[in-house]
């Protein structure tokens, strides 16, 4: 475990220094709560994975045997939790994973929750029990969590977008991630993901240009390549592409057109 870890350890190096250089990672996200579909994923080359305890249908104790799905091939892993909770935010950091995104942060008050409870004292109040995360880890991850573990809040509403600042200047939010299909509900735009609207465009353009000022991670999720292409010319540094629902969906309906076609 210990030599797959040391793998994913300098992977997450590589694309932090890949960040610093602007250039664009991709992420792949995980909706199904199967190990072996996550390990199918971990096959097709991503430079992370994400698995969605949101609105994917993985709770906690399919989101481990995922990470032990995942862990051979040395993919990063982050996991976006439910809801802004202190209870399954520090036991999803106990986990292991290398990152964690947190949906609806809307305040600095609440990204000051985010950070506090994902940092061990002196700088939160995370609550000590790694209980996989001390074995997938190399060497004393009560010293090393703090630093290397990365914190997304994630920014998808006009509520949100008010409050940018107070957000970005949080300490211990290692970056912002947009969620666009709420953004656009928020700013009363159908919501829905490759958003070309005008308005959801600009929003977009204000979060990154914020993120960018405050030089913090800014990721967001997006559908097709030619919109996360888009997207990372426009300066995004981390570039969610599909999910495993989708690319199965979508494989087999194209599939069932080619036959019907022939």
Same mark, same amino acid.
């Given at each position: 475990?210990g030599? =797959?870890?040391?793998?994913?350890?300098?992977?997450?190096?590589?694309? %932090?220094?890949?960040?610093?250089?602007?250039?664009?990672?991709?992420?792949g996200?995980?909706?199904?709560?199967?190990?072996?579909?996550? &390990?199918?994923? =971990?096959?097709?080359?991503?430079?992370?994975?994400?698995?969605?305890?949101?609105?994917?249908?993985?709770?906690?104790?399919?989101?481990?045997? #995922?990470?032990?799905?995942?862990?051979?091939?040395?993919?990063?892993?982050?996991?976006? /939790?439910?809801?802004l &909770?202190?209870?399954?935010?520090? %036991?999803?950091?106990?986990?292991?994973?290398?990152?964690?995104?947190?949906p609806?942060?809307?305040?600095?008050?609440?990204?000051? #929750?985010?950070?506090?409870?994902?940092?061990?004292? +002196?700088?939160?109040?995370?609550?000590?029990? +790694?209980?996989?995360?001390?074995?997938?880890?190399?060497?004393?991850?009560?010293?090393?969590?703090?630093?290397?573990?990365?914190?997304?809040?994630m920014?998808?509403?006009?509520?949100?977008?008010?409050?940018? !600042?107070?957000i970005?200047s949080?300490?211990?939010?290692?970056? /912002?991630?947009?969620? +666009?299909?709420?953004l =656009? =509900? $928020?700013?009363?735009?159908?919501?829905?993901?490759?958003?070309?609207? $005008?308005?959801?465009?600009?929003?977009?353009?204000?979060?990154?240009?914020?993120? %960018?000022?405050y030089?913090? /991670?800014?990721?967001i999720?997006?559908?097709?390549? @030619?919109?996360a292409?888009?997207?990372? !010319?426009?300066?995004?540094?981390?570039?969610?592409?599909? $999910?495993?629902?989708?690319?199965?969906?979508?494989?087999?309906?194209? @599939?069932?057109?080619?036959?019907?076609?022939?």
């Amino acid at each position: 475990m210990g030599c =797959s870890m040391n793998a994913t350890l300098q992977n997450m190096e590589s694309i %932090k220094q890949k960040w610093q250089s602007g250039i664009s990672t991709l992420n792949g996200w995980i909706s199904l709560n199967n190990h072996f579909a996550a &390990e199918i994923m =971990s096959h097709a080359e991503f430079d992370t994975l994400t698995i969605d305890m949101q609105h994917g249908v993985s709770d906690y104790s399919t989101l481990v045997s #995922q990470l032990q799905g995942i862990l051979g091939r040395g993919t990063p892993v982050f996991a976006r /939790i439910p809801w802004l &909770e202190a209870g399954i935010l520090m %036991k999803t950091l106990d986990s292991g994973v290398n990152g964690l995104i947190c949906p609806m942060i809307n305040t600095g008050e609440e990204a000051r #929750q985010l950070a506090k409870w994902s940092k061990y004292p +002196p700088k939160g109040e995370r609550s000590f029990g +790694p209980i996989r995360a001390k074995f997938v880890w190399e060497g004393d991850y009560y010293s090393v969590a703090n630093d290397e573990v990365l914190i997304f809040a994630m920014i998808e509403t006009a509520r949100a977008m008010e409050n940018i !600042d107070d957000i970005l200047s949080t300490d211990g939010i290692s970056g /912002i991630y947009i969620g +666009p299909a709420d953004l =656009s =509900s $928020s700013l009363g735009v159908k919501p829905q993901f490759d958003q070309e609207d $005008s308005k959801v465009s600009d929003a977009i353009a204000f979060i990154l240009q914020k993120a %960018k000022s405050y030089k913090k /991670i800014a990721g967001i999720h997006n559908q097709t390549p @030619a919109y996360a292409k888009k997207m990372g !010319d426009l300066g995004f540094d981390f570039l969610t592409l599909g $999910s495993d629902a989708f690319y199965m969906l979508d494989g087999a309906k194209r @599939a069932i057109s080619t036959f019907r076609n022939l």
